[in-house]
């Protein structure tokens, strides 16, 4: 059984930083992809970061690009997302995600909630301006 659990999460004041953490557990093989979710209230969930499942690259959405940055351990046992200069805007419950993907069907460009059937339980991340 593959379990995901985040943790990390907080209140922080805006320009501030924060690191999520993911562990991963279950996957039998390590041609999987990872990512992070975010969900703001009121919005939909929206993905902005995603180790790749073929050579482990590490890709952003604009939004967070340059400020976030995503890395794992060699195995993709534990994944942590490093969130610098906080926005409130970046206010939302983080959610890591992940889903066996030897063919590398999974990109950021195209990447939606429903690529990815394991799923942690959600951190809050909080930023007051």
């Known amino acids: 059984e593959v379990q995901l659990v985040e943790s990390g999460g907080g209140l922080v004041q805006a320009g501030g930083s924060l690191r999520l953490s993911c562990a991963v557990s279950?996957?039998?093989?390590?041609?999987?992809?990872i990512a992070w979710f975010r969900q703001a209230p009121g919005k939909e969930r929206e993905g902005i970061s995603l180790i790749s499942s073929e050579d482990g690259s590490k890709h952003y959405v604009d939004s967070v690009k340059g400020r976030f940055t995503m890395s794992s351990d060699g195995a993709k046992s534990t994944v942590y997302l490093q969130m610098n200069s906080l926005k409130p805007e970046d206010t939302a419950v983080y959610y890591c995600a992940a889903d066996w993907d030897p063919m590398e069907r999974i990109t950021i460009a195209t990447m939606t909630p429903a690529d990815f059937a394991s799923w942690g339980q959600g951190t809050q991340v909080t930023v007051s301006s």
């Open positions: 279950g996957f039998p093989y390590d041609d999987f992809a």
